[in-house]
Every structure is written in C-alpha cells, then in structure tokens.
C-alpha cells in the first residue's frame, strides 16, 4: 500500500524533460503503475524539513481539503484554454503533491505541464482524468495513513 523508498520526482527538470522511460505522450502508463501513489518516506522529509510533525500534518490535511476545489480550478483553466491559468494550478499541484509524498500524482501533473507548456492544452485534457483519479486516491491513502488517520 505505502513505499518507504525513494521517489523519482525531479522537481530541476525543465519542461521539456522526459524520464528514460517515456513514450511520446511522457511516462508510458507501466511505468507510471509502478511508482506508488503515496511515499511516507517523502513525507517524512517534510515533517524533518519544516522540524514539526505537526506543522507538515497541517500542510497534509490542507491538501486534502483543498484537492477538489484544486482540481476544479485546474480543469476549469484547461477547459477554457487558459494556459496562464492552467500552468498555474498544476505547478501548485506538482509541488504540493510531492511535498506531502504523493509521488504518482507529482508526476502525472508534470506530464501534464509539460502537455500544457508544449501548447497542447487539447491533448491534455484526456490526463485531467487520470489526475482526478489519481488525486482522489493520494487523498484517500494520507486518511489511511499516520499521517491524516486521527483527522
């Protein structure tokens, strides 16, 4: 269910940066399947980063609360076409997510990114699906978890 082992999320990669195992849309969908979609480890280097558990529980649980509205505002702007808007939400999710360990969405939103900055908002409306799923379930394993278990 959790990995405790480390993520390949590379938060220094430009745009344009594709994994050694992509496919011409980005991550082939079998590697992606094999990342899992909650890292505690990767959490925990939050909770030693901000030097309070709490505080990075805090973090967690307002990314919980926050996932539907987050996700709305991200279909809402591809919808419409705004790339502005779009990169904006997804960069915002591509950093929460990482941060509270949410390995497999941080790297379906980058995939997502670089549809967006590359122009191709159409093709990225078919991920805005699999980012709701995948976000859905980042939020059910941190309630699952230590992390959001007592909230």
């Known amino acids: ?3 405790s082992g480390s993520s ?8 344009h940066h594709r994994g050694s195992a992509s496919a011409p849309d980005g991550l082939c969908a079998a590697r992606l399947a094999e990342q899992p979609i909650l890292d505690l480890a990767e959490f925990q280097l939050l909770e030693d980063q901000v030097d309070n558990p709490q505080i990075a529980r805090s973090f967690a649980g307002d990314f919980a609360k926050l996932w539907g ?11 419409r076409g ?3 808007g779009a990169l904006d939400a997804i960069l915002s999710l591509r950093t ?11 790297l379906l939103a980058g995939q997502l990114e670089e549809h967006i900055r590359n122009g191709g908002l159409r093709e ?19 309630k699952d978890s ?3 278990r007592n909230d």
């Open 1 to 3: 269910m959790f990995s």
């Open 8 to 15: 390949e999320v590379n938060e220094d990669a430009g745009p």
């Open 69 to 79: 509205t987050r996700y709305e505002i991200l279909a809402a702007a591809v919808g």
């Open 82 to 84: 705004d790339v502005s």
């Open 96 to 106: 929460s997510s990482a941060m509270v360990g949410g390995v497999r969405l941080a």
């Open 124 to 142: 990225a409306q078919p991920l805005l699906s699999d980012v709701a799923d995948c976000g859905y379930a980042t939020v059910q394993e941190l």
């Open 146 to 148: 230590y992390v959001l």
